[in-house]
């Protein structure tokens, strides 16, 4: 019986689920109609590079565009960041990034449709704006051979240097839930 439990685990924590959910962003919104890029590298069973590029809507509400590739063969998305509550004296901003994925692999490709809720409070220090935040992405993920749902634990921080309010560089650590995967990001972004 142990053997069988041990096999099921085994089997089931090593099938590929190519679920990307990456978060990689705060509270802010960016002002209407100003643009940011983001480069960033995503460790997990390997590695990828993407890039977003961003665009503030309005005071609430955020446009992204993501490619990626590595690992993957290749990856797009195209989200919307709601932040309806800012980061207010002592109140985190809570708000949610969602949207639609495209992963294709070595062995299939398969579209996603993600929803990331998070929250996020900013504070000041002698080195700079830390942000850090908190997610629970979920997925509804389509492929050839099934739907499924998938799940993630993710926690970050972004750091942005005194005197540096355009450039900010960011770090966040995903650990798996349900049929998703573990990763690590680091990146870097611009404010133009």
């Given at each position: 019986?142990?053997?069988m439990?041990?096999?099921?685990?085994?089997?089931?924590?090593?099938?590929?689920?190519?679920?990307?959910?990456?978060?990689?962003?705060t509270g802010d919104?960016?002002?209407?109609?100003?643009?940011?890029?983001?480069?960033?590298?995503?460790?997990?069973?390997?590695?990828?590079?993407?890039?977003?590029?961003?665009?503030?809507?309005?005071?609430?509400?955020?446009?992204?565009v993501?490619?990626?590739?590595?690992d993957?063969?290749?990856?797009?998305?195209?989200?919307?960041k709601?932040?309806?509550?800012?980061?207010?004296?002592?109140?985190p901003?809570?708000?949610?990034?969602?949207?639609?994925?495209?992963?294709?692999?070595?062995?299939?490709?398969?579209?996603s449709?993600?929803?990331?809720?998070?929250?996020?409070k900013?504070?000041?220090?002698?080195?700079?704006?830390?942000?850090?935040?908190?997610s629970?992405?979920?997925?509804v993920?389509?492929?050839?051979d099934?739907?499924?749902?998938?799940?993630?634990?993710?926690?970050?921080?972004e750091?942005?240097?005194?005197?540096?309010?355009?450039?900010?560089?960011?770090?966040?650590?995903?650990?798996?839930?349900?049929?998703?995967?573990?990763?690590?990001?680091?990146?870097?972004?611009?404010?133009?």
């Open positions: 019986m142990r053997l439990l041990l096999f099921t685990v085994l089997v089931f924590s090593m099938s590929k689920s190519y679920a990307y959910m990456s978060l990689m962003t919104i960016l002002k209407q109609n100003q643009v940011q890029g983001m480069g960033y590298l995503e460790f997990w069973r390997g590695t990828n590079a993407n890039a977003r590029a961003s665009m503030g809507i309005n005071d609430s509400l955020q446009g992204d993501e490619i990626g590739s590595g993957v063969s290749f990856m797009m998305s195209a989200m919307v709601w932040v309806p509550i800012p980061d207010y004296e002592k109140q901003a809570m708000g949610i990034r969602g949207g639609l994925t495209y992963v294709n692999t070595h062995d299939y490709s398969q579209t449709v993600v929803a990331m809720p998070f929250l996020s900013a504070f000041q220090s002698p080195h700079g704006k830390f942000s850090p935040y908190a629970i992405p979920l997925a993920n389509s492929n050839k099934h739907s499924f749902f998938s799940a993630r634990l993710v926690v970050g921080v750091w942005t240097p005194l005197e540096q309010n355009n450039f900010h560089v960011i770090g966040e650590a995903g650990a798996h839930i349900s049929k998703s995967f573990s990763s690590l990001n680091v990146g870097a972004s611009y404010d133009f």
